[in-house]
C-alpha cells in the first residue's frame, strides 16, 4: 500500500522533487480573494508540463475550503506550485511517490 504525502504551502513552490502521482488538491482561502493555481511537472520553476490545467478557486465566506480529487495523474519531475492570490490563502497537494 501506497503512503499518501502532501506538503501545504501559502505562496509558489516546490511541493515536491520527486515523480509520482497526484491524487488530490485542497485550497483554503481568506473567504474573500480567489486563488489561481498552476501545477507543473517541474521540481524547480513555475515552467515546462501543466499537471492539471490552470484553474481559478472562487470563495466566499461559507466555502472557505474546496478540493479538487485528482485520477493519479502521474508527474515525472516533481511538482512546482504557482499560487496567485491577493489575500492569505494555502495550498496542499497529495500525492503518492
Request: glycine share 8%.
Amino acid at each position: 500500500m501506497k503512503v499518501t504525502k502532501g506538503r501545504v504551502i501559502t505562496a509558489s513552490g516546490i511541493v515536491t522533487s520527486k515523480p509520482g502521482a497526484l491524487k488530490q488538491i485542497i485550497v483554503a482561502t481568506d473567504g474573500t480573494n480567489a486563488v489561481t493555481l498552476s501545477l507543473y511537472d517541474n521540481a524547480t520553476a513555475a515552467s515546462g508540463t501543466l499537471i492539471v490545467p490552470t484553474m481559478v478557486f472562487t470563495t466566499s465566506s461559507v466555502d472557505r475550503i474546496q478540493t479538487l480529487l485528482v485520477d493519479s495523474k502521474e508527474f515525472f519531475n516533481g511538482i512546482y506550485a504557482s499560487i496567485t492570490c491577493s489575500g492569505t490563502c494555502s495550498v496542499q497537494a497529495l500525492y503518492q511517490d
